[in-house]
């Protein structure tokens, strides 16, 4: 139980640090990070049993959604960012999308794009909202609440609006960067490499896991979504030598496989396809010895996104192994996952490195702390993260 014992201390630390406990006069919220403490506390909350924990998750969501559902104070703006009224905002937080909570104002239309200083200005990441989504379902699986699945979704509908457009009348869809916080104008026009996939992955979950929630139909259609991500998704290759986008990578690949059973999945998203292109940026990492550097050389949290991926293997394993007739593999996609399974020890390594108190009062630890700290607890201890539901897990 020494993990949980360390994830406990982190999310603690984590709390009073951030204005989630403590007398913090304004709470420090920050949408990626947040999303990962979330499945955090409710993964302490499976495996102790205390309510505390459960609190501390509904606390977090409801903060979320009061700070990066709004305009910062420092913003002109001021209200819902959906543009409703209070009332309605309070029902509907996610309708407008989420704040990525950056320290920097947005830049405004009259701003000449900045490349550094883009990284630290607000906006709506589409990436951080799909995790907040993921966030939410795990929060309503957990409590059983159907609000939690419902801004869900009403996020989906948001996000997929937002962020996606067509170049040409008629032609393929294409997804933007980073948006506006208003969702009204892109500020970084490019497409992310692995959004297509996660917004796909995602909208399948949410979409197979709104069964036991009062939902109506309309309110569950995510079709045209779901047809334009297939659309994105084809032809694609997802390698990358990104630790975090192949973390990123292997944890849609499990989450897949957890739905397999109630989709037909295109070619497109085969699950051989996309375990063969976690393989050649793992092996490229290895060889690059990148692991091997100083920690002040690092950055941790995406090493620790990329052990939480490979945590996902071996639950990967068990789960065809456990249920044959549910997560049946053809012959390629096990033998993929048979190889992927030799560079499950670097998710040992990585913890280890990161757990060592020198490592962390370096730099580049307390540069980024919070989500530094949160990711490592989410590595040490991710079934929430990594599960569907809160039964699968256990």
Known sequence: MQHAIDTRSIMLDFAQATGLSGTLPEPRRYLWTDAFAVCNFLELYRQTGETSYLRAARRLV???????????????????????????????????GLRIGKPLLERSPEQALDDRLE???????????????????RMAAHTGEGDYQRWALELARAAHKGFTYRPVAGG???????????????????????????????????????????????????????????????????????PLGIGG?????????????????????????????????????????????????RLAFRELGLATGLEAIGRFRMLVDRYPARFS???????????????????????????????????????HLDINRVML????APDAYLFAGPKAAQ
Not at 119 to 137: E, P, V
Not at 185 to 199: N, W
Not at 272 to 295: I, M, N, T
Not at 377 to 380: E, P, V, Y
Request: hydrophobic share 40%; net charge negative.
């Open 62 to 96: 409801a903060q979320v959604h009061f700070v990066l559902g709004r305009y910062s104070q420092e913003d002109s703006r001021s209200g819902w960012i959906s543009g409703l009224g209070e009332q309605a905002g309070y029902n509907h937080p996610t309708a407008g």
């Open 172 to 242: 393929p869809t294409r997804m933007y960067w980073k948006m506006s916080i208003d969702l009204s104008r892109p500020l970084v026009t490019s497409m992310g490499h692995h959004d297509p996939l996660d917004a796909l992955v995602t909208y399948m979950e949410l979409r197979a896991n709104s069964a036991p929630y009062d939902i109506s139909a309309a309110d569950l259609d995510l079709e045209r979504e779901i047809a334009d991500c297939l659309a994105m998704c084809a032809g694609r290759s997802w390698a990358t030598d990104d």
């Open 377 to 380: 607890a989410t590595s040490l």
């Open 119 to 137: 990284w630290d200005r607000d906006g709506q990441y589409f990436h951080y909202l799909t995790r907040w989504m993921q966030a939410l379902t």
């Open 249 to 297: 990578l292997l944890v849609d690949v499990f989450r897949l496989a957890q739905i397999k059973a109630g989709f037909k999945l295109s070619p497109t998203v085969a699950l051989a396809r996309l375990l063969a292109d976690c393989e050649p940026g793992l092996q490229a990492l290895v060889q690059s010895g990148q692991l091997e550097h100083p920690a002040q050389y």
């Open 329 to 367: 593999l053809e012959e390629e996609a096990a033998a993929q996952l048979e190889r992927l399974g030799k560079f499950r020890y670097l998710a040992g390594a990585i913890k280890d490195f990161w757990l060592q108190p020198a490592h962390q009062q370096v730099a580049a630890w307390r540069d």
